[in-house]
């Protein structure tokens, strides 16, 4: 009605109205699925309610407490910034100070360390056991449990009424409640058959589909019986309807057929909101008599398509186009690549050697998912064994047409890394920009520091996202890697900025105070830096990184930045942290490595010397040995002796170690004062594919080329 102004006002009263009907409604669900230890539904429920009401604090705050009782902590923190966002957008208000203690109580708790508890089935139709699966048997409705006969009720009163409130709101206005691509609504299977006795078929599938999909914890089902309830009529209009009225953003529906004697089933798997088909799967075929196997290889496709397609941490990864996993060979992937992203926080490197078991299993339990052996080859590549991660990868490429765009980049990027080419790697990471730490440190190998800081800059949301999802070692990754490319562009306030950012998420991080002191030294404020290596002493220990390490790379630092005094004092320093160690810490090569080169940087030759003559007596033909004996030849004149072990490197190297020989034979031929020759050696070392990194512009044997045109030609950024 045009120019109606009381009738739009009476409209707009309307709806809101309506909206907290339905808002009271969904609420009222949530506390009921609660109640029926049902904490996939009682989360959808929450989140529904607070989307048709999304600025009532008040709600906003028993969401966040329901969410955090069921253990959806990642859920609970995602409303409320949310909610924050919107309270400022559209009020310029922030949220009361009650919300924001609600919210710190619920990320300062302890996360639980298994999965959500999983809903008891709650199916007409129960799906049978693995050693023997039969065809489908009613349960008898009183020994149904009461959870589920309040959800019936639920169902067929409260959901009725939601439906009819949605359809309302959203034919009234331009206002569209959005719909949850994570709820799913299973329709029955539609008998194609010709045949009535195998109407039950139909909803046996429909039944055990909804019970695998209660069972990962990812997704939200709508059962079958209440959405015979709602709606009926043709296909598409039913499954518009049914979105409509359950908010559902996707949703299964299907046929039975039958081939001679054979039963199969199809499963098509509908986005609603864009109006696509994400897949369609068959099922194997079985006896008319026996249809468990055929919907029981049904319900694992179907449920392994679903949580590829909802799990954001590997969608991407497998292309469900061609072929869904079964649900066992998903879970398999999932838990491993779990492991694999938490193996990159400090102490946890021992959690890849799982992973890569559980990778290779997921494999083995579904040959077509190759995205599991693709990550399985990347474990390995981590875990060194560059030659195995190699073989795997190669095999995966010959089956690069079943890969998903994402998985392709991913699998040249490995490749290239392998082969020791940088700019390829580079150019395949950066068909990756969701994961922007890869593009990041593709452009740092390559030097394209600038690359990696405006790649990082722009992906903010990125660390967020990966605190939200506790991939605390990757968001550490993240801010390190920031500080490092700006640390190579020589803007070290920015990565001063950086490394403090990343500090603050993660005070007792020792690689970050190493990211702090490595900016601290370059801008020479010492004072400030030999806080931060006391500071080094009181942290706990981590897997790599040591205050004798931080203390050897700041003296490098201060040496590359013209106070070779303050270098030289603080390699004393990590000397003495090195020989203050319990003997069973100093017997161990890493340790004697570690503390001559302490020496070396302190400029104690002999004591360097004596130490890297050991180590290469117990493992000869290891470069870095004879690579340091090398230039200290050099160094103490020995022309001879240095150009005898320059020689001794060629072929040392493992393959896969590419640049290797060359860099440390461009060392030895800069102290002997050969730069023309240091230059050739040095381009070679970075042909094979040595990565740029933050030593090329510290090390102190590269000092004699520091002054010289093509040397810093060659140093400065390309990107």
Not at 103 to 122: M, S
Not at 425 to 445: F, G, N, V
Not at 695 to 707: A, G, N, Q, S
């Amino acid at each position: 009605m045009a120019d109606a102004p009381e009738y739009e006002r009476w409209l707009d009263g309307r709806r809101s109205e309506l909206r907290g009907k339905a808002s009271a409604a969904a609420w009222e669900l949530a506390e009921a699925a609660e109640s029926a230890q049902d904490t996939t539904g009682a989360g959808g429920w929450a989140r529904r309610a607070l989307e048709l009401s999304p600025l009532e604090e008040d709600l906003v705050q028993r969401v966040i407490s329901l969410l955090d009782r069921v253990g959806d902590r990642s859920h609970a923190v995602q409303q409320y910034e949310a909610f924050t966002h919107r309270l400022k957008a559209e009020l310029d208000l922030e949220p009361a100070p009650e919300t924001k203690a609600l919210i710190e109580a619920v990320r300062g708790r302890t996360l639980p360390n298994g999965r959500p508890p999983i809903p008891e089935a709650e199916a007409v139709t129960p799906a049978p056991s693995k050693a023997s699966p039969v065809a489908a048997t009613p349960v008898e409705p009183g020994r149904r449990r009461w959870g589920f006969r309040l959800g019936l009720a639920a169902g067929g009163a409260i959901v009725i009424g939601l439906g009819a409130i949605w359809a309302f709101y959203s034919r009234g206005g331009s206002e569209v409640i959005e719909l949850d691509s994570r709820r799913v609504v299973i329709t029955a299977f539609d008998n194609q058959t010709g045949d009535p006795d195998l109407d039950p078929v139909g909803q046996m599938a429909a039944d055990w589909i909804m019970q695998g999909i209660q069972g990962t914890g990812l997704l939200e089902a709508v059962p079958p019986q209440a959405t015979l309830q709602l709606v009926s009529g043709e296909v598409g209009d039913r499954e518009q309807t049914l979105a409509e009225q359950t908010g559902a953003g996707t949703i299964i529906s299907g046929a039975v057929y039958l081939f001679e004697d054979s039963l199969q089933l199809q499963a098509h798997v509908t986005d609603v909101q864009n109006q696509r088909i994400l897949v369609s799967v068959e099922s194997d075929r079985s006896s008319r008599g026996n249809p468990g196997p055929a919907v029981e290889s049904l319900r694992q496709r179907v449920v392994g398509a679903l949580a590829i397609t909802h799990d954001r941490r590997i969608a991407s990864f497998a292309n469900v186009a061609l072929q869904p996993p079964t649900f066992e060979a998903y879970r398999a992937f999932t838990e491993g690549e779990a492991l694999y992203n938490r193996a990159f926080a400090p102490g946890n490197s021992h959690l890849r050697e799982e992973s890569l078991r559980l990778l290779l299993r997921a494999f083995e339990l579904d040959s077509t998912l190759r995205a599991a052996q693709l990550r399985a080859a990347d474990a390995m590549s981590l875990l060194g064994d560059p030659a195995g991660a190699d073989s795997v990868a190669r095999i995966v490429a010959e089956h690069r047409d079943e890969l998903s765009p994402f998985a392709r980049a991913e699998l040249d990027k490995l490749l290239a890394g392998l082969a020791g080419d940088r700019m390829r790697a580079l150019e395949a990471a950066r068909r990756q920009p969701h994961t922007p730490i890869d593009p990041a440190l593709a452009a740092l190998s390559a030097n394209r520091p600038r690359e990696t800081v405006e790649t990082l800059e722009n992906a903010e949301w990125y660390a967020r996202s990966l605190r939200a999802g506790r991939y605390y070692g990757i968001e550490q990754i993240y801010w390190r890697l920031l500080a490092a490319g700006y640390h190579t562009l020589g803007e070290h306030e920015h990565e001063l900025r950086a490394a403090r950012v990343g500090r603050d998420a993660y005070p007792d991080v020792l690689a970050l105070l190493q990211s702090e002191v490595w900016a601290l030294a370059a801008l020479g404020r010492i004072e400030e830096l030999y806080d931060r290596l006391d500071e080094s002493l009181t942290l706990p220990p981590q897997e790599g990184v040591s205050p004798g390490l931080i203390m050897t790379a700041a003296a490098l630092e201060l040496r590359a930045h013209g106070d070779p005094e303050e270098a030289r004092a603080t390699a004393e320093r990590a000397i003495g942290w090195y020989r203050s160690l319990r003997a069973d810490a100093r017997a161990t090569p890493a340790f004697r490595m570690n503390l001559a080169i302490a020496y070396y940087i302190a400029e104690r030759w002999d004591q360097a010397r004596a130490i890297f003559e050991q180590l290469a007596t117990a493992a000869p033909g290891n470069p870095n040995y004879t690579g340091f004996l090398g230039v200290l030849a050099a160094r103490r004149g020995d022309t001879e002796e240095a150009l005898r072990l320059s020689e001794e490197l060629n072929g040392m190297a493992d393959p896969y170690d590419h640049g290797r020989e060359p860099y440390w034979q461009a060392c030895i031929a800069a102290q002997l004062g050969d730069t023309e020759r240091a230059m050739v050696l040095l381009r070679e070392a970075y042909a094979q594919g040595r990565p740029f990194d933050l030593r090329l512009h510290i090390d102190p044997d590269l000092e004699p080329l520091h002054d010289s045109a093509p040397f810093q030609e060659f140093l400065a950024p390309k990107g």
